[in-house]
């Protein structure tokens, strides 16, 4: 496990820095360390590093949304709230959608299997979407129409809203009975996720205020342990109340950063902040990277040239639902297409349901998988080369 971890950390950081030299995001250098280094090309990568490969993506995108959480300022994200709401659920609809329209007539599947094909494929990428949003903030780009503030929120609920549609239609597929409560699901476990996070987060500040009046103050490195430690915690009752309380635990660690931050001290949350960046600096590396492992280009050569077309086609659609949920919002049309684009990206949650059809013994789960991998090898580096170089000239 240690040579697999040292190989991905070094080729990672070279073909990342070569990306960048190239004026393409590191990001897409990583991914591409990961296809080269994994299973299907190299095979570098140990098996024991493979199989535990979900929980440290898990980590690293754990990571990032606590830095997230220090960079939101929610005062902000009041004035696009509603453009935030549509954004959590009308693009991935009018992207499934797509699917469901096209997929049957382009590959011959069910109409069932169309709207799981679409539900893996809907979810925007928070391992693209949100470090870049962050730099956004920091750099006070597009803050003072709260554009990335409105990103992250809406990109963090869209991905609850489209794995609770994907459980539903995996379920459909196989002949299962679906209730009406799962599609109840979304608001709750986006409800109770914030609450949830949001007591957690004053519980923290209470306690660090109380060593720190105590002249028995904890040092920021400690503080960011417990966090993390806290985090971890908290995403791990997202799985052991399952079957009985839906909780999005990531959204929760997300509210629990932004109380911290309303609550703590400006100084204390910017100095927390800066430390979870340079931890991001190695979770980046692991994040893509294992992505990239995931991905089995030897599926992408039994896709015809509509696979391609499917995929343009659906993000074409998805930009109509993207552009409908902004329209009330005072953006102009630079700001409009800037978050039409932000909104494309696929990476982890392809990578991490994919499979999963196939592996149920779906008859379509080939061809679904084999769209995930597509999806990731085209929108992914579109997505973050255009936010990268284009983000300067729409945003103020």
């Known amino acids: 496990m240690l040579i697999s971890l040292g190989?991905?950390?070094?080729?990672?950081?070279?073909?990342?820095?070569?990306?960048?030299?190239l004026k393409i995001?590191?990001?897409?250098?990583?991914?591409?360390?990961?296809?080269?280094?994994?299973?299907?090309?190299?095979?570098?990568?140990?098996s024991k590093t493979l199989s535990i490969s979900a929980e440290l993506r898990q980590i690293a995108?754990?990571?990032?949304?606590?830095?997230?959480?220090?960079?939101?300022?929610?005062?902000?994200?009041?004035?696009?709230g509603k453009s935030a709401v549509f954004l959590s659920f009308l693009p991935a609809t009018f992207e499934i959608m797509a699917y469901f329209i096209f997929a049957r007539i382009f590959f011959k599947i069910r109409a069932i299997d169309a709207l799981l094909m679409g539900s893996v494929l809907a979810a925007v990428s928070p391992a693209v979407v949100v470090p870049r949003m962050v730099k956004l903030i920091e750099e006070k780009r597009g803050v003072n129409k709260s554009i990335p503030q409105m990103i992250l929120a809406g990109s963090s609920c869209d991905d609850i809203f489209v794995l609770v549609l994907f459980s539903s239609f995996l379920s459909m597929a196989k002949g299962e009975d679906v209730s009406l409560i799962s599609l109840f699901n979304v608001p709750i476990s986006i409800i109770l996720g914030i609450l949830f996070g949001s007591i957690i987060g004053f519980i923290l500040y209470l306690v660090f205020e109380?060593?720190?009046?105590?002249?028995?103050?904890?040092r920021n490195s400690t503080k960011v342990i417990i966090i993390l430690a806290l985090s971890f915690?908290?995403?791990?009752?997202?799985?052991?109340?399952?079957?009985?309380?839906?909780?999005s635990g990531l959204l929760a660690v997300i509210a629990m950063s932004c109380v911290f931050k309303i609550k703590a001290n400006d100084e204390v949350s910017s100095r927390l902040s800066e430390?979870?960046?340079?931890?991001?600096?190695?979770a980046e590396i692991l994040l893509f990277v294992l992505v990239g492992a995931e991905v089995n280009i030897s599926y992408i050569s039994k896709l015809g040239f509509l696979s391609v077309v499917m995929v343009f086609l659906a993000l074409i659609i998805r930009s109509v639902g993207t552009l409908i949920?902004?329209?009330?919002?005072?953006?102009n049309k630079k700001e409009k297409l800037f978050t039409v684009f932000s909104y494309m990206p696929k990476a982890t949650v392809q990578?991490?349901?994919?499979?999963?059809?196939?592996?149920?013994?779906?008859s379509s789960g080939d061809i679904i998988l084999s769209m995930a991998v597509l999806g990731i090898l085209l929108t992914a580096p579109i997505g973050a080369i255009f936010i990268d170089n284009f983000y300067k000239k729409l945003l103020d």
Do not use: H
Request: aromatic share 12%.
């Open 7 to 21: 190989l991905i950390i070094i080729f990672g950081l070279i073909f990342g820095f070569l990306c960048q030299k």
């Open 325 to 331: 949920s902004i329209s009330g919002s005072n953006l």
């Open 233 to 247: 915690l908290i995403v791990s009752m997202e799985n052991l109340l399952k079957n009985k309380i839906a909780f």
């Open 275 to 282: 430390k979870f960046g340079k931890l991001w600096i190695f």
């Open 61 to 80: 995108l754990i990571i990032i949304l606590i830095k997230a959480g220090l960079s939101l300022d929610i005062s902000d994200l009041k004035r696009v």
């Open 25 to 46: 995001p590191a990001l897409i250098g990583m991914l591409f360390t990961g296809i080269i280094l994994g299973p299907y090309v190299l095979n570098l990568i140990d």
């Open 351 to 362: 990578a991490a349901i994919g499979a999963v059809p196939l592996a149920n013994g779906l």
């Open 210 to 218: 109380y060593f720190y009046k105590k002249d028995d103050m904890i």
